[in-house]
Nanobody
Framework: QLVESGGTLVQPGGSLKLSCTVSGINFSTRAMAWYRRSAGNPQRDLLATISREGTPDYVPAVTGRFIISRDVSKNMVYLQMDNLKPEDTGLYFC????????????WGQGTQVTVSA
């Protein structure tokens, strides 16, 4: 089970931290990722991944602005987002990096982030 939280309305240039509670999988042995689904786009776009060892990786659009982290003791994944832009608006999800290739993958409800003045 994946439960995302922390999304809200924020002004451009603002910051926000998203959280994801992970259960039902062996969290400590899995890489995790954050995704975003923008309005009018049925796909979830990969934004950031973090390996089971804690090594992060980002797509160019969020590099330098977003930071992904994990707390194995709490089964939590986080996404710190700074210098938010209107194009960051969307529904944010966490899951494993491979979930986007798995038609039967289970997803959470996501958390809505709206960046607007």
């Amino acid at each position: 089970q994946l439960v995302e939280s922390g999304g809200t309305l924020v002004q451009p240039g603002g910051s926000l931290k998203l959280s994801c509670t992970v259960s039902g999988i062996n969290f400590s042995t899995r890489a995790m990722a954050w995704y975003r689904r923008s309005a009018g786009n049925p796909q979830r776009d990969l934004l950031a991944t973090i390996s089971r060892e804690g090594t992060p990786d980002y797509v160019p659009a969020v590099t330098g602005r977003f930071i992904i982290s994990r707390d194995v003791s709490k089964n939590m994944v986080y996404l710190q987002m700074d210098n938010l832009k209107p194009e960051d608006t969307g529904l944010y999800f966490c899951n494993t990096p491979s979930a986007r290739f798995q038609p039967g993958a289970v997803w959470g409800q996501g958390t809505q982030v709206t960046v607007s003045a």
